[in-house]
T-cell receptor
Framework: KAGVTQTPRYLIKTRGQQVTLSCSPI?????VSWYQQTPGQGLQFLFE???????NKGNFPGRFSGRQFSNSRSEMNVSTLELGDSALYLC???????????FGPGTRLLVL | QKEVEQDPGPLSVPEGAIVSLNCTYS??????FMWYRQYSRKGPELLMY????GNKEDGRFTAQVDKSSKYISLFIRDSQPSDSATYLC??????????????FGKGTHLIIQP
């Protein structure tokens, strides 16, 4: 069974731009969570989606948003990029909200 | 004080040694505890998943949870160079993370010397 896939794998943007990252969960998984990983803060929870609904959001500004489609694929969007948004963005999928999370390889975003 | 504390290392040990990795936490609501392994430029890979206090063994890996001390450990026996990676502890109040997601330690960078 294929794992979680994330596209693109690498991205370079400039301050003020916006970016959209994509995540395709493991087949049959309906829950998708997003995390930001930086050397200073480690892995931090962004938000979780289940059945196209955002269930909760971590302590991030409104510039960070996401959505989930009916096929469980998810996208996250960051508007008005800042230098501090440079990070590895990880997507994790699970069968449901109460199930074990499996991570994708991440999208490495560099903001210049 | 962060919710989860983990020594970042690096921790360097010779091949074949027993490795001990640890995390402490402050939130008594945490009930589910996980260890993930992350190789450079890869996503975290789940190694161990335990609920509440106790031990769990899987091959060369043993996870221990002591909720009374708010302390969790991962032991790796007969360590191999391929075990060199960053090890992240994670925990949550709900199974699988739930709506609040997983809370991670910053990870310990482990180096197994051949």
């Amino acid at each position: 069974k294929a794992g979680v896939t994330q596209t693109p794998r690498y991205l370079i943007k400039t301050r003020g731009q916006q970016v959209t990252l994509s995540c395709s969960p493991i087949s049959g998984h309906r829950s998708v969570s997003w995390y930001q990983q930086t050397p200073g803060q480690g892995l931090q929870f962004l938000f979780e989606y289940f059945s196209e609904t955002q269930r909760n959001k971590g302590n991030f500004p409104g510039r960070f948003s996401g959505r989930q489609f009916s096929n469980s694929r998810s996208e996250m969007n960051v508007s008005t990029l800042e230098l501090g948004d440079s990070a590895l963005y990880l997507c994790a999928s699970s069968l449901g909200p109460e199930e074990t999370q499996y991570f994708g390889p991440g999208t490495r975003l560099l903001v210049l | 004080q962060k919710e989860v504390e983990q020594d970042p290392g690096p921790l360097s040990v010779p091949e074949g040694a027993i490795v001990s990795l640890n995390c402490t936490y402050s939130n008594s609501a945490f009930q589910y505890f996980m260890w993930y392994r992350q190789y450079s430029r890869k996503g975290p890979e789940l190694l161990m998943y335990t609920y509440s206090s106790g031990n769990k063994e899987d091959g060369r890996f043993t996870a221990q949870v002591d909720k009374s001390s708010k302390y969790i450990s991962l032991f790796i026996r007969d360590s191999q160079p391929s075990d060199s990676a960053t090890y992240l502890c994670a925990m949550s109040g709900a199974s699988g993370g739930g709506a609040d997601g997983l809370t991670f330690g910053k990870g310990t960078h482990l180096i197994i010397q051949p």
